[in-house]
């Protein structure tokens, strides 16, 4: 599920996982999966499709529960959560060059153990989401250009490609 949710959740699934497994991914929805995620019926037959789960997304992302000094506690994660991804200056809809050189950077950081101090002012450490999305801003035209490029993107496919596309039967050949 993790392969096909794109974003940073996709790369680090697939820098973990290997490109090795990218096939077995893309074929799509089965009636031999667990019975969990989204349950589909299709003609009949019901099918399920993977779904991350909370707690997923947490173990991918490296999170962790944290009791702050006013005795709350603090989510904090050494990857971004996909809350913090979307929008962001690197969420641009493909893994992008500068995608690419920010996480090896945090990764080589995280390797080189720069994150090792927790003060205010490591920023290589595990963040809250707070810290997330304002680490990974970079440019604040890209969720503006992002949610126009979705909307041109859905417009075309309602108005121009509508009745000429069929998205259940396709075969995949790798």
Not at 5 to 19: D, N, P
Request: proline share 3%; glycine share 10%; with cysteine.
């Amino acid at each position: 599920a993790a392969l096909l949710r794109g974003g940073i959740l996709w790369w680090l699934a697939l820098h973990s996982l290997g490109f090795n497994n990218l096939p077995s991914a893309l074929i799509g929805i089965s009636r031999d999966a667990v019975p969990f995620g989204q349950m589909l019926t299709i003609n009949g037959e019901t099918h399920f499709d993977d779904e991350l789960s909370e707690e997923e997304v947490n173990f991918i992302c490296g999170t962790y529960y944290v009791y702050t000094n006013n005795g709350c506690i603090e989510k904090l994660s050494w990857w971004p959560r996909p809350q913090a991804w979307a929008g962001s200056g690197l969420d641009v809809g493909f893994w992008s060059a500068r995608c690419e050189s920010w996480f090896q950077t945090r990764l080589e950081n995280i390797r080189q153990g720069v994150s090792c101090r927790r003060d205010s002012s490591d920023n290589n450490g595990p963040v809250n989401n707070t810290h997330w999305k304002h680490g990974l801003k970079f440019n604040g035209a890209t969720k503006k250009f992002k949610k126009n490029l979705d909307a041109a993107c859905s417009d075309f496919l309602t108005t121009k490609a509508s009745g000429k596309l069929s998205f259940l039967s396709f075969n995949v050949h790798l």
